[in-house]
């Protein structure tokens, strides 16, 4: 018995060995590649005897925030869908269920359709994404007993609403304001200002989600299970929602409305093994900015130097992956 | 001890039970009897302080509970819901581990002490070579055993048991009945037990609660309270009393 129990902790142990050296590896991978292409040994050079050259520009003013910004993007992401797959004791919940995209979305369309720059356009989204927020939680709160299937059909009646006035604006908005949208829909990294906001606010909301590790595996059992163990459950479910919220707020505006990681990431950790949320909520972040780091890296330098949406490698990349997992479990 | 003072339970459009007082007492095991939908669940919600009734009050050793942390009463208060609303993806171990909580760290966990009691928990229920299989693949009987398990592990004075022996063969059922008997018997545990089972009312508990669905409700020593027409009245049907050496049964008379 205790036999057992060592070998779920060493294999947890490798798995997390594995991730984040998979996690440094993605960044190395982000700096090398692009329209220019940059040597293993050069990028190693330019960290350890940083000396201005065009390298050096190529690798710290565009590359590094670029490939930090996914980072930290791939890992609010990753943590909201874990958070919101236990809230809403839901395996389909990802980050954009409670409407936080198509908020977001909506707010930054509107601001291309006029023509708004990229700061005006990021406050826009973030307007939006908040707005959506408010509409969701005034409608389903109600303190002591939250009905969290409410709070799921909520988010996704609103966001079929706000998906209609997204297309609507797509279609009256000028031809050449169109394929921004687009890119901006499918996922965006290019417009990337500073992620250190981003890994400030992903490291702190991944501490309180390990200090709340316990409560959050006793929330998969239920409200009431939950609360006759000694769990605070209200004050608990509303953190939870507040926390999923943030991430995926501050990962819609650092990114765009990026999908499949939120909803997928917290599956294949489970999948390989991983269900205590003290161990599945940081593993998850990692894995999902992983992800969207060789993502962004491919969308850079697949078509270089026409750059793609980012959406579209990040469920190039991971559905091949989910499906194998998928499949190998019996 | 576990109270309840005038205590009056509603669902939208019915009354459950009116004016109820019961002092459930170290050391005697409890049956909520009634028929389906007479608030025996509700009873078992409001007792555990998971629910607040219409009017009246649960008190722990006099202190009321609504007063207490979730954690403070969960230490003392065990309870078996008749359903839970989640899944659990992690093994058998795991889950009833969880049923350590209260007495662990909320930041640090489990500690090794928790772990034995788990595998004591599992061992104590017939079910000690399930803990590294997942709980999802367990049968009916299996998951239910574990989840007594999982209300052992949390080692409370008061156990709030709804259904403990629904999915369970007749051996198993008799396993459980003999260990919460044991607990009650030996530690000064209180029980509180929804049951069914007819065949077992008789001869399990020491006093019991019969809901009437009307509103009405009767409690007391089983030999006062379990009598043929007292469930005849509370099931609607007509029963029959069968006495061996080992206590009354009931069974249909059809």
């Given at each position: 018995m205790a036999g057992d129990h060592l070998v779920v902790v060493t294999r947890t142990a490798l798995l997390g060995f594995m991730l984040a050296a998979a996690s440094v590896a993605s960044l190395a991978t982000a700096l090398m590649f692009g329209s220019l292409p940059i040597g293993f040994t050069a990028v190693l050079d330019s960290i350890v005897f940083p000396a201005p050259g065009i390298i050096h520009d190529v690798i710290w003013n565009l590359r590094a925030p670029r490939a930090f910004a996914a980072f930290a993007c791939g890992g609010l992401l990753a943590l909201a869908g874990a958070l919101l797959q236990v809230l809403l004791r839901n395996a389909l919940a990802d980050p954009y269920v409670l409407g936080v995209s198509s908020g977001a979305s909506l707010g930054a369309l509107l601001a291309l359709s006029l023509g708004a720059g990229a700061a005006a356009m990021n406050l826009s989204a973030f307007g939006g994404a908040v707005a959506a927020l408010v509409v969701v939680f005034g409608l389903t709160y109600r303190s002591g007993d939250w009905n969290v299937y409410r709070l799921l059909l909520t988010g996704v009646v609103l966001s079929a609403g706000l998906s209609a006035l997204i297309s609507l604006t797509l279609v009256l908005a000028p031809d050449a304001q169109v394929k921004g949208m687009l890119f901006w829909l499918m996922g965006d990294l290019s417009q990337t200002t500073s992620a250190l906001p981003a890994w400030l606010i992903l490291g702190a909301l991944a501490a309180l989600g390990v200090a709340a590790s316990f409560q959050l595996d006793l929330l998969a059992l239920g409200d009431l299970k939950a609360r006759s163990l000694g769990v605070a459950v209200g004050p608990l479910q509303l953190g939870v929602f507040a926390a999923a919220a943030v991430a995926t707020v501050t990962a819609v505006v650092l990114g765009?409305?990026?999908?499949f990681i939120g909803l997928m990431a917290p599956h294949a950790i489970r999948l390989a093994g991983a269900t205590s949320h003290r161990i599945l909520l940081p593993l998850s972040a990692l894995l999902g900015g992983t992800v969207l780091t060789l993502a962004d890296t491919a969308a850079r330098t697949a078509w270089a130097p026409q750059q793609l949406p980012v959406g579209i490698f990040t469920a190039l990349l991971g559905v091949p992956a989910m499906l194998l997992l998928l499949s190998r479990q019996r | 001890m576990l109270s309840c003072t005038d205590l009056t339970l509603k669902v939208p459009g019915r009354e459950?039970?009116?004016?109820l007082s019961v002092a459930f007492e170290p050391g005697q095991a409890w049956a909520v009897l009634g028929r389906n939908g007479t608030g025996k669940s509700t009873l078992i919600h409001a007792l555990a302080g998971l629910a607040a009734p219409a009017a009246g009050e649960v008190a722990l050793d006099g202190v009321a509970l609504d007063t207490l942390s979730a954690r403070a009463r969960a230490r003392r208060l065990g309870v078996l819901l008749q359903m839970e609303s989640g899944t659990w993806w992690g093994t058998v171990l795991e889950y009833v581990l969880l049923g350590r909580f209260p007495h662990a760290s909320p930041l640090s966990g489990y500690s090794c002490e928790d772990i034995a009691h788990a595998h004591a928990a599992l061992g104590q229920v017939g079910t000690g070579d399930l803990a590294a299989r997942k709980l999802v693949t367990l049968s009916g009987g299996e998951r239910q055993r574990v989840r007594i398990a999982q209300i052992l592990a949390q080692q409370c004075g008061i156990v709030l048991l709804d259904e403990p022996l629904q999915h369970l063969d007749l051996a198993h059922q008799a396993q459980v009945l003999n260990l919460i008997g044991r607990e009650v018997r030996e530690r000064g545990q209180t029980a509180v037990m929804v049951l069914h089972e007819p065949l077992w009312i008789g001869r399990s508990c020491t006093h019991a609660v019969i809901l009437n669905g009307d509103g009405s409700a009767v409690a007391g020593p089983a030999a006062d309270v379990i009598t043929r027409e007292r469930l005849e009245h509370a099931y609607g049907c007509a029963l029959r009393e069968i006495g061996d050496g080992g206590g009354r049964s009931f069974v249909p008379d059809v």
């Amino acid at each position: 018995m205790a036999g057992d129990h060592l070998v779920v902790v060493t294999r947890t142990a490798l798995l997390g060995f594995m991730l984040a050296a998979a996690s440094v590896a993605s960044l190395a991978t982000a700096l090398m590649f692009g329209s220019l292409p940059i040597g293993f040994t050069a990028v190693l050079d330019s960290i350890v005897f940083p000396a201005p050259g065009i390298i050096h520009d190529v690798i710290w003013n565009l590359r590094a925030p670029r490939a930090f910004a996914a980072f930290a993007c791939g890992g609010l992401l990753a943590l909201a869908g874990a958070l919101l797959q236990v809230l809403l004791r839901n395996a389909l919940a990802d980050p954009y269920v409670l409407g936080v995209s198509s908020g977001a979305s909506l707010g930054a369309l509107l601001a291309l359709s006029l023509g708004a720059g990229a700061a005006a356009m990021n406050l826009s989204a973030f307007g939006g994404a908040v707005a959506a927020l408010v509409v969701v939680f005034g409608l389903t709160y109600r303190s002591g007993d939250w009905n969290v299937y409410r709070l799921l059909l909520t988010g996704v009646v609103l966001s079929a609403g706000l998906s209609a006035l997204i297309s609507l604006t797509l279609v009256l908005a000028p031809d050449a304001q169109v394929k921004g949208m687009l890119f901006w829909l499918m996922g965006d990294l290019s417009q990337t200002t500073s992620a250190l906001p981003a890994w400030l606010i992903l490291g702190a909301l991944a501490a309180l989600g390990v200090a709340a590790s316990f409560q959050l595996d006793l929330l998969a059992l239920g409200d009431l299970k939950a609360r006759s163990l000694g769990v605070a459950v209200g004050p608990l479910q509303l953190g939870v929602f507040a926390a999923a919220a943030v991430a995926t707020v501050t990962a819609v505006v650092l990114g765009g409305a990026i999908g499949f990681i939120g909803l997928m990431a917290p599956h294949a950790i489970r999948l390989a093994g991983a269900t205590s949320h003290r161990i599945l909520l940081p593993l998850s972040a990692l894995l999902g900015g992983t992800v969207l780091t060789l993502a962004d890296t491919a969308a850079r330098t697949a078509w270089a130097p026409q750059q793609l949406p980012v959406g579209i490698f990040t469920a190039l990349l991971g559905v091949p992956a989910m499906l194998l997992l998928l499949s190998r479990q019996r | 001890m576990l109270s309840c003072t005038d205590l009056t339970l509603k669902v939208p459009g019915r009354e459950l039970c009116r004016g109820l007082s019961v002092a459930f007492e170290p050391g005697q095991a409890w049956a909520v009897l009634g028929r389906n939908g007479t608030g025996k669940s509700t009873l078992i919600h409001a007792l555990a302080g998971l629910a607040a009734p219409a009017a009246g009050e649960v008190a722990l050793d006099g202190v009321a509970l609504d007063t207490l942390s979730a954690r403070a009463r969960a230490r003392r208060l065990g309870v078996l819901l008749q359903m839970e609303s989640g899944t659990w993806w992690g093994t058998v171990l795991e889950y009833v581990l969880l049923g350590r909580f209260p007495h662990a760290s909320p930041l640090s966990g489990y500690s090794c002490e928790d772990i034995a009691h788990a595998h004591a928990a599992l061992g104590q229920v017939g079910t000690g070579d399930l803990a590294a299989r997942k709980l999802v693949t367990l049968s009916g009987g299996e998951r239910q055993r574990v989840r007594i398990a999982q209300i052992l592990a949390q080692q409370c004075g008061i156990v709030l048991l709804d259904e403990p022996l629904q999915h369970l063969d007749l051996a198993h059922q008799a396993q459980v009945l003999n260990l919460i008997g044991r607990e009650v018997r030996e530690r000064g545990q209180t029980a509180v037990m929804v049951l069914h089972e007819p065949l077992w009312i008789g001869r399990s508990c020491t006093h019991a609660v019969i809901l009437n669905g009307d509103g009405s409700a009767v409690a007391g020593p089983a030999a006062d309270v379990i009598t043929r027409e007292r469930l005849e009245h509370a099931y609607g049907c007509a029963l029959r009393e069968i006495g061996d050496g080992g206590g009354r049964s009931f069974v249909p008379d059809v």
